[in-house]
């Protein structure tokens, strides 16, 4: 089955810095790939996806890029703010039938006013 | 916020006992997940429903078992809790067929056993 490693575990950054989180994923038939924002005693929340015939995709402050050769890709989050503090969750998945995607571990992104 | 609701929203439940976990999908949607997400870790797959059908399951004992009716809600049974089942519990709507597959997913159980 699909294998998704997150990294790092914990990201600690100045307002106005930018984040970077990664993720590799196992399986090649992986074609969608969603990250999810969790604040604290809340839903993980879908701010951003990519699929695999793309290679980055922006939305304002926040990037996924995409290596389907090196099977890894990364969330980049720029002009980080307070509010952008949470843990971020990555994960992989084929669609089409059964669309069960795999999560990595998350990461806990605090930003320093 | 998303249109999928769950309840109970917190729950204790001792060693032994059973628990029954609902889910509201959002409008639209054809297809629930159930995940668990223990403290400090991402959800882990439980199982799938689709069209009142279990359609696909991670690494869970039989002692999880499902429902999904007609309007697509969904219901998680647990018996014979364990300790460890203490977890947050989400459920996720999505629709399947579709290009777009992305779950939403709900505010969440938080299930303590003691």
């Known amino acids: 089955g699909e294998n998704v490693e997150q990294h790092p575990s914990t990201l600690s950054v100045q307002e106005g810095d930018s984040a970077v989180i990664k993720c590799t994923y196992s399986?090649?038939?992986?074609?969608?790939f969603p990250w999810y924002k969790q604040e604290l005693g809340k839903r993980p929340q879908l701010i951003i996806d990519?699929?695999?015939?793309?290679g980055e995709k922006k939305d304002q402050r926040i990037a996924v890029t995409l290596n389907k050769t090196a099977k890894h890709f990364s969330l980049h989050i720029t002009e980080t703010q307070p509010e952008d503090s949470a843990v971020y969750f990555c994960a992989a998945s084929i669609t089409g039938g059964s669309y069960i995607p795999t999560f990595g571990r998350g990461t806990s992104l605090i930003v320093h006013p | 916020e998303t249109g999928v609701t769950q309840s109970p929203t917190h729950l204790i439940k001792t060693r032994g006992q059973q628990v029954t976990l609902r889910c509201s999908s959002q409008?639209?949607?054809?297809?629930v997940s159930w995940y668990q997400q223990a403290l400090g870790q991402g959800p882990q797959f439980i199982f799938q429903y689709y069209r009142e059908e279990e359609n696909g399951r991670g690494n869970f004992p039989p002692r999880f078992s499902g429902l999904q009716f007609p309007n697509y809600s969904s219901e998680l049974n647990v018996n014979a809790l364990e300790l460890d089942d203490s977890a947050l519990y989400l459920c996720a709507s999505s629709t399947q067929g579709m290009e777009e597959e992305t779950q939403y997913f709900g505010p969440g159980t938080r299930l303590l056993v003691l």
């Open positions: 990519i699929r695999s015939n793309v």
């Open positions: 409008s639209g949607h054809n297809t």
């Open positions: 399986d090649s038939a992986s074609n969608y």
